[in-house]
């Protein structure tokens, strides 16, 4: 009860929580130059091209006042924190500046799959490569086989995804003659994705997808690997796997029944993350591989100024954020049930 | 080789010089009498349609409605698919017959009357109408319709006046040649598709057209293919025999040029124009190149040239000394940077306006060769001194300290380069890079030193908007340097009412040897040819692009050659070379002129 009563709390702070990101957030890209209104004075002016033959003519004050007007900035900020919230259902229903035929949440929906069929699989990938061999370094602990292992997760950890990313496409993707040309330089599917038969498409997805994956992993693999080596470790050296032991139980037993179980606490806080994991995709690989996930929509709406869209995306990842917080509390609950939520 | 065209067509633009204040004719008609349309004298007979050209644009826009999206993607998109009331021919810049095929302008040079041709037919087979053009002219106009800088053209004229269908009457509110110019590149929409429809709405779908192609599959920020209409009214016209010949242009977006070259290597993309010497001179090896099967051409013709530099803020100290402008000038090393950091592709610049010279006519202008004595010497005649203690330049107690406010980080070699030389004189040069947005709003707001900025060309040079004094203070100008003259104002007021180009050419040079002597900018370098690479399987004409384009220009004179294709994928099956191609080719080694 006392379980239920805190997670009901939890979920009741989201609301001031989130409604205290957003604002702050869309307080403070007010400040910042460069808003739509900038955005398409620029836009007119031809200004984005250098070679333009009618490139940057001026723009009368007249029309500055119309493009205000367009984009609802002639209104007091609280009027449009408000319309953003309400109205437009926290800017889903807004048009995105730069692809202005679609609404926010047209975008994101669109993107969404592609960055989750990404994020579902390398989530999945990594913990199933990560916990098995995790618990082959601990039971080999100091071998040969996990000073090797170690070695190339290490080296794994040390390359930046993205710069990873780059040294596969040139390897694999014939960009470059001296090399092999194995998988396609980059995007979600093949351009005749529609026309190719339902094997086709699975090997069609699937080549696409190898070398991006490669990278989604190579980060995590680390990380996930060590926790779970360190924490099978730290749980094998417990008395009361040394007690199981002494009453005749064979380290195997111990360490299946009893230790992992409790050496999987530290991996389930991260399982929350696979909310925004899923969402935010990876902005760096996506914009490496050409991916129209979230990740590009992410670094687009940033760099394009599309606030509609980034703060969609923010109020978005935020409540997923949230909640992908409680989640994993309650996974921590749900393992060890030791934990309790009262005040002491 | 030589191609030859009966020149029966007066310059329309010409023509109007005869007409001399005082000496005004009557109603002036075009094309003149006995005046006959002809292939345009650049289009190969061999040219055949059909086939898919792939062409790397850049990144995807946010309109394909040039009207709301003033970039050069949009602009080719949005030309495929509207056309305009008058084209340009090809080589002489003369005006020629659009979805007009006569024109008349009044004698006081105001009035502008066109007449439609009556073949002049929308995709959906509705006839194109007046109607289509003031509707066009109302909606830019309209002060809800976000078509920015479009509406600063039309709105020199009064709203204009349907005549009856297919005649149309404009009227200017001041004599000004560029009127004309105005009217002959104004794309025309039809009403009936879109006038219900909100305008700012108006992106990516067009699905009546008017011109030789419309849009055939979009994938967003992937590629675009546009479909030719073999049923294209235009196609009747003897001008349009041998252009606008791929089935299929398609259209590639990246979000970055990298990208894009990794996929033209890979053959997905048939023709990448290069803008970087490192690129070009590095980067374009390997088999494909060996081989010939990716040609590779330096083209010389006529596009035009604008110019970069330094812009320096004239409206503040010190930069409103013309001495230490001059000084600043001779503290940049370009011959170093062009060797060390750009392979000696680049010309440097020593004018505003490139184009008006050339062998016959020499630019008089001076050089600002790299010179530290020079430079000193300007110095210390505008009053700063060394201060001994900090080694920087002072006067009135003030150091010489310039903050160069950039906004790409590619720029940072060159001003590395340029900041050594600074420090060397005593001038303290601090690099202040900011974005895009950020940028902008200092050069709005005219907070800034100096800073690098590139500017187009268009083939009619009007100097109004970047050296009139009355643009000095308009926030969101091209007047960014804050120049003003006298004597350039009163030029460029002079060539307002001329039409004749040769004597509007020759104001302007006398404008760019004003402009050049008080050096607003520390002029950089430029390029003078286009960098073209292309997979081997397309025919063209000899001049490989047209007498004033860039590369894009092949969209329209290019075709797709079968047995070059298969010839292609023959030996990149087998590893055999196809026979190269002129490295250098220049547009007047292939054409030398029509006959009369």
Not at chain 2, 58 to 63: A, E, L, Q, R, V
Request: hydrophobic fraction near 45%; include cysteine; aromatic fraction near 14%.
């Amino acid at each position: 009860m006392e379980r239920l009563a805190y997670f009901i709390r939890r979920l009741l702070l989201v609301i001031p929580t989130f409604i205290g990101i957003t604002l702050s957030t869309f307080i403070l890209i007010q400040f910042v130059p460069g808003g739509p209104v900038e955005q398409a004075i620029i836009q007119m002016r031809g200004l984005q091209n250098v070679q333009g033959a009618n490139a940057s003519q001026a723009i009368s004050e007249r029309q500055r006042e119309a493009i205000k007007a367009h984009f609802g900035f002639d209104k007091p900020i609280h009027v449009r924190y408000w319309n953003w919230l309400v109205h437009d259902k926290m800017g889903m229903e807004v048009r995105s500046y730069k692809y202005s035929n679609k609404t926010v949440w047209e975008l994101i929906s669109e993107r969404f799959p592609i960055s989750l069929t990404f994020g579902l699989t390398g989530f999945i990938l990594s913990y199933l490569v990560c916990i098995p061999l995790g618990i082959a370094k601990a039971l080999r602990n100091g071998g040969v086989f996990d000073l090797w292992s170690s070695v190339i997760v290490f080296v794994g950890y040390a390359i930046p995804p993205f710069a990873f990313g780059m040294l596969l496409k040139l390897f694999f993707s014939g960009s470059s003659t001296h090399f092999l040309d194995w998988f396609p330089l980059g995007g979600f599917r093949s351009d005749n994705w529609a026309t190719l038969s339902l094997w086709g498409k699975i090997t069609d997805q699937l080549h696409h997808m190898v070398l991006p994956l490669l990278c989604y992993l190579i980060g995590n693999f680390a990380v996930l690997t060590l926790l779970m080596k360190n924490s099978l470790l730290d749980q094998i050296g417990q008395d009361y796997i040394r007690t199981v032991i002494a009453k005749g139980g064979t380290l195997r037993r111990a360490i299946w029944l009893h230790a992992l179980r409790n050496a999987m606490i530290p991996i389930a806080t991260g399982i929350g993350s696979i909310f925004t994991l899923m969402f935010a995709g990876a902005v760096l690989i996506e914009r490496v591989f050409n991916i129209p996930g979230m990740g590009w929509l992410s670094l687009d709406a940033m760099v394009s100024r599309d606030y509609m869209v980034f703060m969609g995306i923010l109020a978005l990842t935020s409540l997923l954020g949230l909640l992908g917080r409680i989640f994993s509390d309650f996974c921590y609950a749900l393992i060890d049930p030791r934990i309790t939520f009262e005040k002491n | 080789m030589f191609q030859f065209r009966n020149r029966l067509l007066l310059a329309s633009l010409s023509l109007l010089t005869f007409a001399a204040p005082g000496f005004l004719q009557a109603e002036e008609s075009f094309p003149p009498e006995g005046w006959q349309e002809r292939p345009d004298p650049l289009a190969s007979p061999d040219a055949m349609p059909g086939g898919t050209i792939s062409v790397y644009v850049g990144d995807y826009p946010k309109s394909f409605n040039y009207y709301l999206d003033n970039n050069v993607i949009s602009s080719l998109i949005f030309n495929l698919m509207y056309p305009t009331l008058l084209e340009v021919d090809g080589v002489s810049k003369e005006f020629i017959p659009g979805i007009c095929n006569r024109w008349t302008i009044g004698d006081d040079k105001q009035t502008f009357t066109f007449h439609i041709d009556p073949r002049a037919k929308w995709s959906d087979g509705k006839p194109m109408t007046a109607e289509d053009i003031v509707w066009t002219f109302d909606t830019i106009l309209d002060d809800k319709n976000l078509t920015g800088v479009h509406k600063v053209g039309l709105e020199t004229f009064e709203r204009p006046e349907i005549i009856d269908q297919s005649t149309v009457r404009f009227k200017a509110k001041e004599v000004h040649w560029r009127n004309l110019l105005v009217l002959a590149t104004f794309n025309v929409m039809p009403k009936h598709a879109f006038a219900k429809q909100d305008f700012n709405l108006i992106n990516f779908e067009f699905p009546v057209v008017g011109g030789a192609y419309k849009i055939g599959e979009l994938a967003e920020s992937r590629y675009l293919r546009m479909q030719r209409r073999a049923d294209w009214w235009g196609f009747k016209r003897a001008s349009n025999e041998g252009v606008l010949n791929f089935n299929t242009i398609e259209l590639r977006f990246f979000p970055d040029r990298e990208q894009a070259f990794d996929a033209f290597n890979k053959g997905q993309i048939d023709l990448f124009q290069v803008y970087t010497s490192a690129r070009w001179v590095r980067q374009t090896q390997g088999e494909p190149y060996d081989k010939n099967w990716i040609a590779k051409q330096q083209i010389y013709n006529y596009d035009p040239i604008g110019f970069q530099g330094f812009a320096m803020n004239l409206r503040r100290a010190p930069f409103d000394d013309v001495r230490v402008r001059k000084a600043l000038a001779h503290l940049l090393d370009r011959e170093k940077m062009n060797e060390t950091i750009m392979y000696n592709q680049y010309f440097l610049h020593s004018s505003y306006f490139e184009d008006l010279y050339d062998r016959t006519k020499k630019s008089p202008n001076p050089q600002f060769a790299f010179d530290k004595a020079k430079a000193r010497k300007l110095l210390e005649e505008a009053g700063w001194k060394v201060n001994k203690q900090t080694g920087i330049l002072e006067k009135n107690g003030r150091p010489f300290e310039i903050i160069f406010l950039t906004r790409d980080a590619s720029t940072d070699k060159f001003l590395v380069i340029y900041q050594e030389d600074l420090k060397d004189v005593g001038i303290r040069l601090k690099i202040e890079r900011k974005d895009w947005a950020a940028w902008l709003k200092d050069m709005d707001d005219f907070n800034f030193d100096m800073t690098w900025a590139s500017w187009g060309a268009s083939l009619w040079r009007d100097p109004e908007g970047m050296w009139h004094s009355k643009e000095a203070e308009r926030t969101g100008g091209n007047n960014v340097t804050g120049f003003a003259d006298d004597r350039v104002d009163e030029l460029i007021e002079k060539q307002k009412t001329i039409f004749d180009i040769e004597q509007r050419d020759e104001i302007v040079r006398e404008i760019d040897q004003i402009v050049t002597s008080e050096v607003p900018y520390v002029l950089l370098w430029n390029i003078d040819y286009t960098r073209l690479l292309y997979w081997n399987k397309f025919g063209m004409p000899d001049t490989v692009l047209s007498k004033f384009g860039d590369g894009n220009a092949a969209i329209s004179y290019w075709w797709y050659d079968d047995y070059a294709a298969a010839d292609l994928q023959q030996a990149r099956k087998t590893g055999r070379a196809l026979p190269g191609k002129d490295f250098q080719v220049r547009f007047d080694d292939w054409y030398e002129g029509e006959e009369e």
